[in-house]
């Protein structure tokens, strides 16, 4: 018969993480429900200590708890930890870094499908990935699609949560325009995103090299329409009937976009919504935490709604949730202690603050963390509680390879889409030269 592990039971061991909540408030009582499980055997290396690498918070309370529970590791192992926070962009170059030098930090955090690039270089996570699933009651879709090898059941990463991006929309403005909520159909969305430009109340989506929102916008576009970069079996795919359609729909699009989306990254949406310059974008959690949280903003966030991106042709949402994926490098002196760590981050007493501390930016990889009290904190939140149940992936709908990873890297959707918007290519010559780049990745050999 499961546990019943609730907030109360161990905020005796962790009263001093309560006071860190959004706006200073103690965390609800969450009824996280567990199985039995067997922890895996990890003694500790004499005299380890470890460094981590991992994403810059858009949540202050991220890092915080982030910190506070790594320090509590510190406080019950010895085991010293530094946590290094760098950049969204940067993550990769100093992964790639670590990797091919055999140096550097013990564990990186990074995106996606970033453990499948450097497989041969990792530790394997099989047995504290076992044990996590089995307590927590399972694994979510997208979590064992980038935490296994393809074809195995051999962990390579820990994911520890995703970010959603859905629709963000000012429901004044949407109202105004004649819809109660966007529609989930390819014509009706661009009716509604026309409107809005008429009522000089802009809808816009990235279309830079943006980690986050460029790859996602990419990605909605392509698939809702029926297209995919590569087919199951790795041949590449993208310069297809569909792509070139989702390519023209582009091409209707971006003219309602608000000015400067070709050169954005992942904060420049957060910054013109909150300026009232753009009503209807896409984005994680963090923009409405913002601007809830600001008393000069906070009437933005109570007329600001989510919903799911528009479905197009497709059955469901085609949304990849931006994934945090720790991998422990072989090169580190301590990897039992590193194993022990990303377990105990796992676990409830750690784990169910810091997600309540960032208000559904990051949501959670596991099914026993549905029961999270943050998803019943506040309506406009709940949305997020499903990111990582999601079909879609980066690379859908071939396997996760170092080829499709070095394709994301290199920005072939979201290149493609902008050399379009731009008008510095057709819908047909954008298609051919993303496929001619994505070719060089997935080469037969």
């Given at each position: 018969m499961a546990n019943i592990i609730t907030r109360r039971s161990i905020l005796g061991a962790g009263a001093g993480l309560a006071a860190l909540g959004a706006g200073g408030q103690a965390f609800a009582q969450s009824r996280i429900r567990t199985a039995p499980a067997s922890p895996p055997n990890l003694p500790i290396e004499n005299g380890a200590s470890l460094r981590m690498l991992r994403p810059v918070r858009f949540v202050q309370p991220d890092e915080e708890v982030f910190r506070a529970n790594c320090a509590r590791f510190t406080q019950q192992t010895g085991v010293q930890v530094r946590v290094d926070f760098v950049g969204w962009e940067d993550i990769t170059q100093q992964t790639a870094v670590t990797a091919n030098t055999g140096a550097g930090p013990d564990l990186i955090i990074g995106f996606n499908e970033a453990p499948h690039i450097y497989a041969d270089k990792l530790v394997e996570l099989t047995d504290i990935a076992e044990y996590i699933g089995t307590k927590y009651r399972g694994w979510l879709t997208l979590a064992q699609r980038y935490g296994k090898r393809h074809g195995t059941n051999n962990w390579i990463g820990?994911?520890?949560?995703?970010?959603?991006?859905?629709?963000?929309?000012?429901?004044?403005?949407?109202?105004?325009?004649?819809?109660?909520?966007?529609?989930?159909?390819?014509?009706?969305?661009?009716?509604?995103?026309?409107?809005?430009?008429?009522?000089?109340?802009?809808?816009?989506?990235?279309?830079?090299?943006?980690?986050?929102?460029?790859?996602?916008?990419?990605?909605?576009?392509?698939?809702?329409?029926?297209?995919?970069?590569?087919?199951?079996?790795?041949?590449?795919?993208?310069?297809?009937?569909?792509?070139?359609?989702?390519?023209?729909?582009?091409?209707?699009?971006?003219?309602?976009?608000?000015?400067?989306?070709?050169?954005?990254?992942?904060?420049?949406?957060?910054?013109?919504?909150?300026?009232?310059?753009?009503?209807?974008?896409?984005?994680?959690?963090?923009?409405?935490?913002?601007?809830?949280?600001?008393?000069?903003?906070?009437?933005?966030?109570?007329?600001?709604?989510?919903?799911?991106?528009?479905?197009?042709?497709?059955?469901?949402?085609?949304?990849?949730g931006l994934t945090l994926n720790a991998m422990v490098f072989r090169h580190s002196r301590f990897p039992n202690a590193a194993k022990a760590l990303l377990t105990f981050l796992m676990e409830t007493e750690q784990y169910d603050p810091w997600l309540q501390a960032n208000l559904g930016y990051w949501s959670q990889p596991l099914e026993a963390y549905s029961d999270s009290a943050v998803w019943d904190s506040d309506p406009k939140v709940r949305i997020f509680k499903d990111v990582m149940r999601t079909e879609f992936y980066i690379g859908y709908k071939g396997p996760i390879s170092q080829a499709s990873a070095a394709a994301n890297a290199d920005y072939i959707m979201v290149q493609m889409c902008a050399s379009v918007a731009s008008g510095q290519a057709t819908p047909e010559a954008a298609a051919r030269e993303a496929e001619r780049r994505a070719a060089r990745f997935f080469r037969r050999r």
């Open positions: 820990l994911p520890f949560g995703a970010s959603g991006g859905p629709l963000v929309w000012r429901k004044s403005a949407v109202n105004e325009a004649g819809y109660q909520a966007p529609p989930d159909d390819h014509a009706g969305f661009l009716d509604l995103c026309r409107k809005l430009k008429a009522n000089n109340k802009p809808p816009g989506f990235a279309l830079g090299n943006a980690v986050g929102d460029g790859n996602g916008f990419a990605n909605w576009l392509v698939w809702s329409h029926g297209g995919y970069l590569v087919d199951e079996n790795n041949n590449v795919a993208i310069n297809s009937r569909n792509t070139i359609e989702a390519l023209n729909y582009l091409r209707d699009l971006y003219p309602t976009f608000v000015p400067g989306t070709i050169a954005w990254g992942d904060i420049s949406n957060n910054r013109a919504y909150a300026a009232n310059e753009l009503f209807l974008t896409s984005n994680g959690v963090s923009l409405y935490f913002a601007l809830k949280n600001d008393p000069a903003t906070r009437h933005i966030a109570d007329d600001t709604e989510h919903t799911l991106m528009p479905k197009g042709r497709l059955t469901q949402s085609p949304m990849a």
